[in-house]
């Protein structure tokens, strides 16, 4: 198990004399200095042009759960621990979310550092991918988010029917060539549409070239066969969203909560029953053999499924962080994903 936790700068201030080497015992800790070992750590995001750390850090919970202050926290934590790319939505707590990260952006200097990806199309006052709402949406996006340019735009199809796909990529054309946006992803298309968007893209038209699929070890029927055969025919990069299902394969909470329950509360709840439980701990066994918390076995069942490039999850807290980092540097045998995938039957 690789771990990347490793803390990037140290004060020469604030380090003691070093000793002649006569004086130093042979067993003393060897002080670890510059950038985390998880800084080099990073895979091709499919045709796009970026290199990413191998899970990128949702920002759904930021100005909904988490205040400014603690996103803040985490976002420089998953940095120094060596992950460089964000992801999040004009509809994502009513744009707060792309506020809270474009203040991180820019109060830390990171911009050119760091791979932005944000899905367009769910906001209520740009709402779908017609061309004059799509245009709305990136410009409003990028003057939240304080930047000039998205690394990967998400188009999202779900729930607003299918889209005039020549008209939305017709705009996403313009808005690549302007730089507004340098890669195309999405999120919500069906086999079909992506089949359609390809033969668009043969026209002259931009490639998507990065799919955004709910997909997790209790939901893998979203990313049913059609949609993986044609992910895997077009070379395109996975990013599975709901990666540890609302949080419940984190494993902290196993029984009801008594009273009403949260958006969040009852999301979880959906999955305390037989399955739920027997993925716990299937989960809960490979944890303990490895060394590492449910949610880093969660993730590196993921990473170990084809086609799928870089997990999409949301974080509450730093130390959420460390947790899900561990499993980039997790490797499954055939016989753990096997157990684990019996048990989510």
Do not use: C
Request: glycine share 10%; charged share 20%; net charge negative.
């Amino acid at each position: 198990m690789a771990v990347f936790g490793v803390r990037s700068a140290v004060s020469s201030e604030s380090l003691p004399p070093v000793p002649l080497a006569g004086d130093v015992h042979p067993s003393a800790p060897i002080p670890v200095q510059g950038p985390s070992v998880g800084s080099n750590v990073r895979v091709d995001l499919g045709e796009s042009g970026s290199k990413v750390f191998p899970l990128i850090l949702g920002g759904a919970e930021f100005g909904w759960n988490v205040d400014l202050e603690s996103s803040h926290e985490i976002l420089d934590a998953y940095v120094e621990r060596g992950g460089n790319a964000v992801h999040t939505a004009d509809s994502f707590a009513g744009g707060r979310s792309e506020h809270i990260i474009g203040q991180w952006l820019h109060s830390r200097g990171l911009r050119d550092d760091v791979t932005l990806a944000v899905r367009v199309g769910g906001h209520p006052d740009n709402p779908g991918l017609g061309p004059v709402n799509l245009v709305r949406a990136v410009e409003a996006s990028l003057t939240r988010l304080r930047t000039d340019r998205i690394d990967v735009l998400y188009l999202d199809a779900a729930g607003r029917g299918a889209p005039e796909l020549e008209d939305t990529l017709a705009t996403a054309e313009w808005l690549v060539e302007s730089g507004k946006a340098r890669a195309l992803g999405a999120a919500g298309f069906t086999a079909a549409q992506l089949v359609e968007a390809r033969i668009l893209a043969s026209a002259g038209y931009p490639r998507i070239t990065v799919l955004d699929v709910p997909f997790n070890v209790l939901r893998r029927h979203e990313f049913d066969s059609d949609l993986r055969l044609v992910a895997g025919a077009q070379a395109m990069a996975v990013t599975p969203s709901h990666a540890l299902e609302h949080g419940f394969l984190a494993g902290r909470q196993r029984t009801r909560s008594r009273g009403g329950l949260s958006v969040r509360g009852a999301q979880i709840a959906a999955n305390l029953n037989r399955r739920g439980s027997r993925t716990l701990r299937a989960l809960d066994a490979v944890g303990t053999e490895l060394g590492v918390p449910d949610a880093a076995v969660a993730v590196a069942w993921l990473l170990a499924q084809k086609l799928v490039t870089a997990p999409i999850i949301n974080a509450f807290a730093p130390q959420h962080v460390e947790e899900l980092v561990q499993g980039v540097g997790v490797r499954l045998s055939r016989s753990q994903l096997a157990d684990i995938a019996r048990a989510a039957e």
